[in-house]
């Protein structure tokens, strides 16, 4: 059954509550007129409206408590405030204490319309966004801490690849985590019981990758003085995870190839062939297609490993998901030094979030467990952390000026001055809210003293651009 559309109109003076009612007649199946604040209270039990136009100046109440209590009770409506001129302040209020929006009295048929629609479009939007979020936030999978939806949609795929024998490619900086979802993907598969072997192609010698992934005999190579087991037949029945891909040899690659297409190989210096049922997943921290024009990646083998693409994205983009995982690590390398912390301060927090991370994850952690080796425990502070500014230049090398404070801003070189688009701005101060808030829409619009529904209103346009 189809639910009916009803408006309540909170207002004690006749002639305005029936002009509101034949302005908006079209856009509710149903108008209710409440002169009294009781009246509002009983006619909110009876039957939850679907938005509400309340007057602050009432014969029984103030106009502000009924919000307090909406509010309070989390009612599924949005809330229209009516206020005269004089009374923006008051009006500035209600909208902090839950109100999605107000009109100035008189106002026009015009002006009142486009506010309740734009108020029901924003609260539908609300509750589609928070239902969503509800579904999907899954802040440690498999170990990858991340609530952030990008991080939510390389959660998805990784659920959807893992049961499939097909190759995966990992992209993303170094640090971001590539190897913990090569091991989520593995832990998650039907090959979890065999084994997980990964090798960095980066780290090993040139002349020696060939023996590493396949093996070798003796005297193949001079060094060689025994049989050497390859990580194709160690991965047996599991996953080969190749890390930094773009860093093996060219010449190797071929047989590679070979051995994804036809699952043989021959060890180095003799010619019997092997056999090895394995899975193979790639990574790297470069451009792949950038790595095939410059010739160092062959096309044919990026093609047969790219099947399942999963890029990760660096950490400064990520938002809240830098504080999830500092308290997390804070947590863990606390426990392992025997000392307890508290969690961060606001200024730590503001820090974190600020800071570019140009080494990720990986740089993050190493900061949690210096702090948690070297303070004796309790609270975080901004003290504690490296004495330089969250807009760092660490991408550029530069060093601060000496006479830099630890915790203001370095001054940007002539060439970064001039302005921005203010939406830009705008969108940044709304992110940074929404990271310090862990993603709460609700407390980032409190940090921000507006109202939620203003958020999601920006998010949906910036989405559509």
Known sequence: MTTKSKLLIVEDTPSLARTYEAHLKREFDRIEIADTGAKALASVQN??????????????ADGLD????WTRDQLAAPVIVITATGSMTVAVDAMRRGAHDFVVKPTSSERLKVTVRN?????????????????VDRSDFCGIIGRSLVMQGVFKTIEAAAPSRASVFVTGETGTGKELVARAVHEMSPRRKARFVALNCGAIPKDLIESEIFGHVKGAFTGATADRTGAAQLADGGTLFLDELGEMPIDLQPKLLRFLQLGEFSRVGESTLCKADIRIIAATNRDPLQAIQDGQLREDLYYRLHVIPVALPPLAERGGDVLLLAESLLERFGREEAKTFTGFSREAQEWLVSHTWPGNVRELENLIRQIAVMQTGGEVTVDMLPARTPITASHTGAALPENASRNQPAAPPPEDYGCEPLWLTEKKAIERAIALSRGNIVAAAKRLEINP???YRKKASWESV
């Open 47 to 60: 039957e939850a409206p679907s938005c509400i136009l309340l007057d602050l100046k009432l014969p029984d």
């Open 66 to 69: 009924l919000l307090d209590r």
């Open 119 to 135: 108020a029901r479009d924003n609260f539908q939007l609300k509750k589609t966004v928070a239902t969503y979020e509800a579904e």
């Open 453 to 455: 529904s203003t958020i």
